[in-house]
């Protein structure tokens, strides 16, 4: 395969999905965030419970498209572990260091300026450290540093896997990258459900995802799922049954090694679904595309953008203006915007430069 076609040869437009799992994270978060403040919040459809899975098809559609740029560059003996880390570094680290300053600023100085009431129950020094070094989930877990912070933890799982999986893509013979994989994948899950690494659990070091994922992208290279394209009924099926996981609570099973099983599998053909299955219908919209490509800041800064909407609605309320029903929908339709501005300025003026600076590394 030649250079030009491997540039060439793009998956459908899956911008529009980032953009929904950065949504419903962000469904997710607003009616805790009022719910401890004391405002009115509506929590009881499934949908506004699903923040946690959202970012778990977030590991999978990472892995998906990482092993499967990583597995192409293999066949072609041309993977370089120094491009694939910097850009990485370039994609991740700039928006990823300067949430962990502004976070830590907002905690332990703007809130006490404010004569706003939080307690930081760490040590400062600790947490740097922990977030620093890509371990923002044991420090969310065992701390709980307040939701600017603790929404990191998918961000260092991402960064965990990034540093496991090219030195292990490396090493592997191309031709066993399949084999390998599915074994490693097997074994974590199975290790990851036991009782004695309950550790793996709390934590949430939920890799399996993202090694399915790139499970899946290597099927598809080697031409092994052309069966779920023989018919437009099987990704019509597989479309809703994502959508009834999303809407309804029929896939959650009290076992966790089951749901984790239902997720895993479901949400891998989902994402192949929409990558392979569209017999030609895709979405491209220009707005639903830049949405898109902002989202990572969207999933980054609405917690920002939430706190300072409830600071606002909290003042509000005092004056007794609105009911609880309106006072619901400013709070969605302001903390959505608010997020989608921050994400849209971070995008066009901060990370366009290590954008720019990323494309020097293909």
């Given amino acids: 395969m030649s250079s030009k076609r491997l540039h060439l040869d793009r998956l459908p437009n899956l911008d529009p999905l980032r953009f929904l799992l950065a ?55 041309d993977f370089s572990i120094r491009k694939f880390y910097i850009r990485r570094i370039l994609r991740i680290f700039p928006l990823y260091y300067l949430i962990i300053i502004f976070g830590f600023t907002f905690y332990w100085l703007i809130l006490p300026a404010l004569n706003i009431p939080f307690e930081n129950n760490y040590n400062l020094g600790e947490g740097v450290l922990l977030t620093t070094f890509f371990l923002p989930n044991i420090f969310g877990r065992l701390y709980e540093p307040g939701g600017i912070l603790e929404v990191l933890w998918s961000i260092g799982i991402e960064e965990q896997f990034y540093i496991l999986i090219a030195p292990l893509l490396f090493f592997i013979r191309k031709h066993r990258i399949l084999l390998a ?33 790139g499970i899946v992208a290597i099927l598809e290279e080697k031409h ?110 302001l903390t959505f915007a608010l997020t989608i501005l921050l994400a849209h300025i971070s995008y066009k003026y901060f990370e366009t430069y290590f954008l720019k600076l990323k494309t020097k590394f293909r």
């Fill in 181 to 213: 994989l599915s074994v490693l994948t097997l074994a974590y899950f199975i290790v990851f459900h036991l009782d004695i690494f309950e550790a793996l659990q709390r934590f949430q070091f939920v890799y399996f995802f993202l090694f399915s994922g």
């Fill in 224 to 333: 092994k799922l052309e069966f779920l394209k023989i018919s437009a009924g099987i990704p019509i099926l597989i479309i809703i049954a994502t959508s009834l996981y999303f809407f309804t609570d029929l896939f959650r099973f009290n076992e966790l090694w089951m749901r984790n099983v239902t997720t895993t599998l479901l949400f891998g053909l989902f994402v192949h679904t929409l990558a392979h299955n569209n017999f030609g219908k895709v979405l491209n919209h220009n707005f639903l595309n830049h949405l898109g490509h902002i989202s990572y800041g969207i999933y980054m800064f609405h917690v920002i953008a939430l706190n300072f909407v409830v600071f606002f609605m909290l003042k509000i309320q005092e004056l007794k203006i609105f009911n609880a029903t309106i006072t619901i929908f400013l709070i969605y339709i």
């Fill in 23 to 77: 949504s419903l994270v962000l469904f997710f978060h607003i009616p805790q965030l009022s719910r401890n403040q004391g405002l009115p919040y509506f929590l009881d459809a499934p949908i506004f419970n699903r923040g946690t899975e959202a970012v778990y098809m977030f590991f999978v559609l990472s892995g998906f498209l990482i092993i499967r740029l990583i597995y192409r560059y293999k066949q072609r003996d």
